[in-house]
């Protein structure tokens, strides 16, 4: 039965996150280090490349973190991988639902990196479109974390 604790724990708070988009919460503040670092990162890969890799650093932390505690059979490391890739993914959607309105406030010199990304791709008109598909992943990450003993082994919890 404890065992369901933590990833209830973090799915009342995934669901608070969804239904709060956009509120700044504890982890935004390393996601957003991640974001503009990947920016850095990417750089020198172009300048499409460079926009993305905000996003792209943004998710392949969690990401990793995700890989690190799996193969180490940690449960509860990769429900929080799983958690904090949810929460990132709900972030990107809320900048990419924001690249019609560009509503949000930014950092550096003020390009809108989905605005921008979309629209270089024609597919700026469909950003509330694409940013639902992330949220949905966010949900369907929130989900996982309830999988992980079952995929994992739970004698590893």
Partial sequence: MLRW?????????????????????????????????????FSFLGVFIQILGGTLLQLVMPISFLIYFWRQRQVA???????WLGQNLINVG?????????????????????????????????????????YVLAVVAFGGMFLVPFWIGEEHG
Avoid at 10 to 36: C, P, Q, T, Y
Avoid at 77 to 83: E, I, P
């Fill in 94 to 134: 809320v900048y990419v639902a924001d690249a019609r309105s560009q509503a949000l406030p930014l950092i550096g010199d003020g390009l809108h990196d989905w605005a921008y990304l979309l629209g270089r791709m024609g597919l700026l008109q469909q950003d509330q479109v694409i940013a639902s598909m992330f």
């Fill in 77 to 83: 490391g990769a429900q929080f991988g799983l958690f």
């Fill in 5 to 41: 604790v933590w990833p209830v724990c973090l799915a009342i708070v995934g669901l608070f996150l969804l239904i709060g988009k956009g509120r700044w919460n504890v982890l935004d503040g390393v996601s957003l280090l991640m974001h503009e670092a990947g920016h850095l990162l």
